[in-house]
DNA sequence: AATATCCGTATTTTT
DNA sequence: TACGGATATT
């Protein structure tokens, strides 16, 4: 390693980078140069001979991963060779791997199918009709509901009864269904050889534990580094702690200032009890700011500072001068829109680019208006976060088209699928899968694809024309090897018919899966693509079709959740009003509340040189209505006078413009209405 | 009895 | 926008 490497890092990061053998502990704030100390350090564990293939690097995305690991191999010696050999990825994904290599001694067979968490609802969504919990005399928690109480309760590794207080008082009375319905998942995801998201921690943590596998196990890695450990839960500390090895080399790094997923089950206690847990643990704080101007990181320090919780860090920054960070107040969301438009074309005339510029919000569809303003003003934008491409119902239709040939006993996938026909129903489909034997029955029945390809069952005669088609287009795709992106051109023309029938825009719905098809060109095997995609889905939707050139400029909009990690030059935080920050769906409890100062806290760290926070007065609630009903915000209970201070102030502009201008209520123009009068009356 | 269709509503955040 | 609920249609 060169010793100018080391000699730029600060002490701390040194100190981090050089720790030798045992657990180590980095507590960083935002923007302490956290991924170049990580990087650093993997690079320098390489250098002294350490093998990469045995060391081990978790982070929150995929993204991150690459992005790290392409760092570490230009520091170890250009494009590096051995550094890719280093395993990386979120932990499901690891899980994902691990599971393949040694599930058997599960009983898990390596070609298992992973559901995402709709997938995951579909199925409650079944168990719940069979077990006759969709009687109309009382209601029931929806699908995705139960799925999000199975997913904390598993994360959290809690009683249910427990869960259901805390999180879900609502649907309290139902514990006795909500758990019949848990239980027959649970099984019946074995019998279909099928994970959830959930199953590759469990799955994973239950090798690690297990006699016969946990040596080996332990065994594989001599580094293992975590990044953004304060999101992490219980179930995954625990995988750590199983996973360690005889050295305990674990570095996990965090900030628990930046805690934002207790809803995922990720405690801060992972990261206060880390050196409780791994005794001998090695602490470093970083605390030096790389990233933003002083006047930012003084508001910065002053929201977080107002939560009642202990934050051991006050940033300083290593950086001089730069402006104030600036609270617009705007008149309502149009103005907003208009006035952060103004603000992002006048950053780019002066030279920053607009992919280093980002909107941040709360929620996805908080970008909705200013995504039509973007795009009347011709200026590109991606989105991060939000809805997926896979949520949609188009590309959900040929994924499971996709997974029947991997795991022709993926109930979900079958139900999803015939469903697809003219004349097939919730009903029909399962009398289908009667007769294909989706349910396996016996444990080598035979598969439920041969059945449809060697012949439809006896129904009426559209119907079974429907499924011959069905059967040949799926016939097609597994007898011989196509490339996975021929099978998906196979699909779409078996799809395009029933596009037309089903959805009103089939035109770029069919785009969209010939999206998916260049998208397939890349991997190998089907079974490859179906996971990775599961796991690691591209982030953009609909009619933004792929990711934009790499030589073209966007500006970056994205969920403050999905902005984690990342930094931009000029950053415009939207909707800081209260009921939108903090969400009033998270105002029940006061950790729900402390969660969101934390996540205006890390929206705020983002910016570098420039921070704009803007608060709309005014809120429309029939954006569709023609009347103008609409109720007036409040500034974010997180920006209090206190911090105000250190903001520049701009107020609503339509107010501060000549009182003569100023629109009133609609204006009567005689002389336009006796035009018009005169057309019709 | 099953399917199609319409309407109102509520909608966080992610692997 | 997608879901659940209710009603209309086959």
């Given at each position: 390693?060169?010793?100018?490497?080391?000699?730029?890092?600060?002490?701390?990061?040194?100190?981090?980078?050089?720790?030798?053998?045992?657990?180590?502990?980095?507590?960083?704030?935002?923007?302490?140069?956290?991924?170049?100390?990580?990087?650093?350090?993997?690079?320098?564990?390489?250098?002294?001979?350490?093998?990469?293939?045995?060391?081990?690097?978790?982070?929150?995305?995929?993204?991150?991963?690459?992005?790290?690991?392409?760092?570490?191999?230009?520091?170890?010696?250009?494009?590096?060779?051995?550094?890719?050999?280093?395993?990386?990825?979120?932990?499901?994904?690891?899980?994902?791997?691990?599971?393949?290599?040694?599930?058997?001694?599960l009983g898990i067979?390596?070609?298992f199918?992973?559901m995402?968490?709709?997938?995951a609802?579909?199925l409650m969504?079944l168990i719940?009709?069979e077990l006759?919990?969709?009687?109309?005399?009382?209601?029931?928690?929806?699908?995705?509901?139960?799925?999000?109480?199975y997913?904390?309760?598993v994360?959290?590794?809690?009683?249910?009864?427990?869960?259901?207080?805390?999180?879900?008082?609502?649907?309290?009375?139902?514990?006795?269904?909500?758990r019949s319905i848990f239980r027959r998942y649970t099984s019946r995801k074995l019998e279909h050889n099928v994970l959830d998201?959930?199953d590759?921690?469990l799955m994973?943590?239950?090798?690690?534990?297990?006699?016969?596998?946990?040596?080996?196990?332990?065994?594989?890695?001599?580094?293992?580094?975590?990044?953004?450990?304060?999101?992490?839960?219980?179930?995954?500390?625990?995988?750590?702690?199983?996973?360690?090895?005889?050295?305990?080399?674990?570095?996990?790094?965090?900030?628990?200032?930046?805690?934002?997923?207790?809803?995922?089950?990720?405690?801060?206690?992972?990261?206060?009890?880390?050196?409780?847990?791994?005794?001998?643990?090695?602490?470093?704080?970083?605390?030096?700011?790389?990233?933003?101007?002083?006047?930012?990181?003084?508001?910065?320090?002053?929201?977080?500072?107002?939560?009642?919780?202990?934050?051991?860090?006050?940033?300083?920054?290593?950086?001089?001068?730069?402006?104030?960070?600036?609270?617009?107040?705007?008149?309502?969301?149009?103005?907003?829109?208009?006035?952060?438009?103004?603000?992002?074309?006048?950053?780019?005339?002066?030279?920053?680019?607009?992919?280093?510029?980002?909107?941040?919000?709360?929620?996805?569809?908080?970008?909705?208006?200013?995504?039509?303003?973007?795009?009347?003003?011709?200026?590109?934008?991606?989105?991060?976060?939000?809805?997926?491409?896979?949520?949609?119902?188009?590309?959900?239709?040929?994924?499971?088209?996709?997974?029947?040939?991997?795991?022709?006993f993926?109930e979900?996938?079958?139900?999803?699928?015939?469903?697809?026909?003219?004349?097939?129903?919730?009903?029909?489909?399962?009398?289908?899968?009667?007769?294909?034997?989706?349910r396996r029955e016996?444990p080598?029945?035979?598969?439920?694809?041969?059945?449809?390809?060697?012949?439809?069952?006896?129904?009426?005669?559209?119907?079974?024309?429907?499924?011959?088609?069905?059967?040949?287009?799926?016939?097609?795709?597994?007898?011989?090897?196509?490339?996975?992106?021929?099978?998906?051109?196979?699909?779409?023309?078996?799809?395009?018919?029933?596009?037309?029938?089903?959805?009103?825009?089939?035109?770029?719905?069919?785009?969209?899966?010939?999206?998916?098809?260049?998208?397939?060109?890349?991997?190998?095997?089907?079974?490859?693509?179906?996971?990775?995609?599961?796991?690691?889905?591209?982030?953009?939707?609909?009619?933004?079709?792929?990711?934009?050139?790499?030589?073209?400029?966007?500006?970056?909009?994205?969920?403050?959740?999905?902005?984690?990690?990342?930094?931009?030059?000029?950053?415009?935080?939207?909707?800081?009003?209260?009921?939108?920050?903090?969400?009033?769906?998270?105002?029940?409890?006061?950790?729900?509340?402390?969660?969101?100062?934390?996540?205006?806290?890390?929206?705020?760290?983002?910016?570098?040189?420039?921070?704009?926070?803007?608060?709309?007065?005014?809120?429309?609630?029939?954006?569709?209505?023609?009347?103008?009903?609409?109720?007036?915000?409040?500034?974010?209970?997180?920006?209090?006078?206190?911090?105000?201070?250190?903001?520049?102030?701009?107020?609503?502009?339509?107010?501060?413009?000549?009182?003569?201008?100023?629109?009133?209520?609609?204006?009567?123009?005689?002389?336009?209405?006796?035009?018009?009068?005169?057309?019709?009356?």
């Open positions: 390693m060169p010793s100018d490497l080391i000699g730029q890092l600060n002490e701390s990061q040194r100190q981090a980078v050089l720790h030798g053998e045992g657990p180590l502990l980095v507590v960083a704030g935002a923007g302490t140069g956290k991924t170049l100390t990580l990087v650093t350090r993997v690079a320098r564990l390489i250098e002294e001979g350490a093998a990469p293939e045995r060391m081990l690097l978790l982070t929150f995305t995929r993204r991150a991963a690459r992005e790290m690991l392409a760092r570490a191999a230009r520091l170890v010696d250009g494009p590096a060779p051995g550094t890719v050999k280093v395993w990386g990825g979120t932990f499901h994904a690891i899980g994902n791997r691990l599971i393949r290599m040694h599930g058997r001694t067979r390596p070609d199918t992973v995402d968490q709709a997938d609802a579909d969504n719940r009709d006759g919990h969709s009687a109309k005399d009382r209601r029931f928690p929806p699908k995705q509901t139960l799925a999000a109480i997913s904390r309760t994360n959290a590794g809690a009683r249910l009864a427990e869960v259901l207080d805390t999180a879900f008082p609502w649907c309290r009375q139902e514990i006795e269904g909500i998201y959930d590759l921690l994973w943590r239950a090798l690690a534990r297990a006699p016969e596998t946990r040596t080996r196990l332990a065994g594989m890695f001599d580094h293992i580094l975590v990044d953004e450990y304060q999101d992490t839960n219980v179930l995954q500390a625990d995988i750590l702690w199983h996973m360690r090895g005889p050295a305990a080399n674990v570095t996990v790094v965090g900030d628990d200032a930046q805690a934002i997923y207790s809803f995922r089950s990720a405690t801060v206690r992972n990261i206060l009890d880390f050196p409780a847990r791994f005794a001998g643990a090695h602490v470093v704080r970083l605390e030096q700011n790389y990233r933003s101007i002083p006047p930012i990181l003084a508001a910065c320090n002053e929201v977080i500072a107002l939560s009642p919780e202990r934050h051991e860090k006050t940033l300083w920054s290593a950086r001089r001068g730069g402006r104030r960070p600036m609270l617009t107040t705007c008149l309502d969301e149009a103005e907003q829109s208009e006035v952060l438009c103004r603000n992002v074309l006048e950053h780019r005339e002066e030279g920053t680019l607009l992919r280093r510029q980002a909107v941040l919000f709360r929620a996805a569809h908080h970008s909705d208006l200013l995504e039509v303003e973007l795009a009347r003003r011709n200026i590109p934008f991606v989105k991060y976060g939000g809805l997926k491409f896979l949520e949609a119902a188009h590309v959900k239709d040929v994924l499971a088209l996709l997974r029947i040939l991997d795991n022709p993926d979900v996938s079958w139900f999803r699928v015939l469903q697809l026909l003219e004349g097939v129903g919730p009903t029909g489909a399962r009398r289908l899968m009667g007769w294909l034997g989706v016996l080598d029945a035979p598969s439920p694809l041969r059945r449809l390809i060697d012949g439809p069952p006896e129904c009426a005669p559209p119907v079974r024309d429907q499924l011959a088609e069905l059967g040949s287009a799926l016939r097609d795709c597994s007898t011989t090897d196509l490339p996975p992106a021929a099978q998906i051109e196979r699909f779409r023309q078996f799809l395009i018919p029933v596009f037309d029938r089903l959805y009103s825009s089939a035109r770029e719905r069919l785009r969209d899966l010939e999206q998916l098809e260049h998208i397939a060109s890349r991997y190998p095997s089907r079974a490859r693509f179906v996971t990775e995609l599961t796991l690691d889905p591209p982030v953009s939707t609909g009619d933004l079709a792929g990711p934009p050139l790499l030589d073209e400029d966007y500006l970056v909009l994205s969920t403050i959740h999905s902005a984690k990690g990342l930094e931009w030059d000029v950053v415009h935080v939207i909707h800081a009003a209260d009921g939108m920050i903090p969400s009033d769906m998270a105002t029940g409890s006061p950790e729900e509340i402390e969660e969101e100062r934390r996540l205006l806290h890390v929206a705020m760290t983002r910016a570098r040189d420039a921070l704009y926070v803007y608060f709309p007065l005014r809120y429309y609630h029939r954006p569709k209505g023609l009347e103008d009903r609409h109720s007036y915000a409040q500034l974010t209970r997180f920006l209090p006078e206190s911090v105000q201070a250190l903001f520049d102030r701009r107020g609503p502009e339509a107010l501060a413009t000549d009182a003569s201008v100023k629109a009133g209520p609609v204006q009567r123009v005689p002389e336009v209405e006796a035009f018009l009068a005169s057309l019709w009356d």
